[in-house]
Nanobody, 125 residues
Framework: VQLVESGGGLVQPGGSLRLSCAAS????????MSWYRQAPGKERELVAA????????NYKDSVSGRFTISRDNAKNTVYLQMNSLKPEDTAVYYC???????????????????WGQGTQVTVSS
């Protein structure tokens, strides 16, 4: 299994970024996918999830309305469009497959113990 995140960078508050996660080594289209983030000194948290078909999405309250998760099963890739970025969005962002019901974020559990390298997002003026 390989998960390769990209697209992070330094952006000013209010700016936008689009993250990508290229997946391989498993049947991508059969799994729900999620984006997680980990800020310095904090635990990793799930911020967005999407069902295997892409028909259902869900978000952590603090990013709802600003972030959009999507996927392309033909390309084995999941995306995270981040708009209206805030300094508190600063973190390393990771993706992983998930089990559980996307409509209830608390039920979601990551599938693979081996995480990618992540992509750093820094929101600062």
């Amino acid at each position: 299994v390989q998960l390769v995140e990209s697209g992070g960078g330094l952006v000013q508050p209010g700016g936008s970024l689009r993250l990508s996660c290229a997946a391989s080594g498993f049947t991508f289209s059969m799994y729900g996918m999620s984006w997680y983030r980990q800020a310095p000194g904090k635990e990793r948290e799930l911020v967005a999830a999407i069902s295997s078909s892409g028909g259902t999405t869900n978000y952590k309250d603090s990013v709802s309305g600003r972030f959009t998760i999507s996927r392309d099963n033909a390309k084995n890739t999941v995306y995270l469009q981040m708009n209206s970025l805030k300094p508190e969005d600063t973190a390393v962002y990771y993706c992983n497959a998930v089990r559980g019901r996307v409509v209830i974020i608390s039920t979601l559990v990551h599938v693979f113990e081996s995480w990618g390298q992540g992509t750093q997002v820094t929101v600062s003026s």
